[in-house]
């Protein structure tokens, strides 16, 4: 995470003298303030957290997450289940981690798409960890859940512009001094030249003298201007 989104939420101080002369009426009262300075801390963060019963039902719930599932913690602690509000094939991966005896409730990035209220799916990766009494049995489990929309439409962005750089059109990518860096299948098949040819070079080695001095200033022009040209244009291939 971040420094800086760790330097947005509350400090807490933690003190290693609680019980030391103490009666426990004040232990109990440190326990209290030390309990509601970390539930601040985890209702404020900017990630989802919430604790589990060994069943699966919220026993608490911080302020981000409630809005994800669109429920109040009133309505979600004690009644509804995590599971609940994922969809079908993400509620059976769910349950394969949670449930696993040799896990001992440790569930590491595990990507599971939650349910909107609106019907859409929000993308997370969940972690947590199951907190034992001294039998060795899980009374509850701590989890962490981030977001992935963010890091999915990105994803999802390039690949499709991997699909559309090889596509039938020839494409090629230069740096700021216009040396060639990628080209396509097509630019290859179009003009002949392997990749291996191409890279390091600059468009000047397409150049065919069919074309004014005109054509490519106005190309270059655009070129500076958005980054990107498209047009037609009479190329020298290789022998």
């Given amino acids: 995470m971040p420094p800086s989104t760790l330097g947005a939420l509350p400090q807490l101080t933690v003190s290693h003298d609680i019980g030391m002369g103490m009666d426990m009426s004040d232990v109990m009262a440190k326990l209290d303030a030390l309990g509601l300075q970390i539930d601040t801390v985890t209702n404020q963060a900017p990630f989802g957290h919430h604790t589990l019963a060994p069943d699966g039902t919220f026993l608490s719930i911080n302020a981000l997450e409630q809005g994800w599932l669109g429920q109040s913690s009133q309505a979600l602690v004690g009644t509804q289940k995590f599971s609940d509000f994922l969809t079908p094939a993400s509620r059976v991966r769910f349950q394969d981690h949670f449930t696993h005896p040799l896990r001992h409730g440790v569930i590491d990035d595990l990507e599971l798409d939650l349910l909107a209220p609106d019907g859409r799916t929000r993308p997370i990766s969940l972690s947590s960890h199951g907190i034992q009494n001294d039998a060795g049995h899980i009374v509850k489990h701590l989890a962490m859940c981030f977001d992935l929309t963010l890091k999915k439409q990105t994803e999802h962005n ?9 596509s039938l059109s020839g494409m090629f990518v230069t740096d700021s001094r216009s040396v060639i860096l990628h080209v396509n299948q097509s630019f290859c098949t ?3 030249y392997s990749a291996e040819e191409a890279v390091g070079q600059t468009p000047a080695m397409l150049s065919s003298g069919q074309h004014g001095r005109a054509f490519y200033e106005d190309m270059w022009d655009q070129l500076l201007r958005s ?3 498209q047009g037609g244009s009479t190329t020298k291939t290789a022998a």
């Fill in 227 to 229: 980054n990107f040209w």
């Fill in 158 to 166: 390039q690949r499709m512009a991997a699909m559309a750089f090889e």
């Fill in 190 to 192: 179009i003009t002949g």
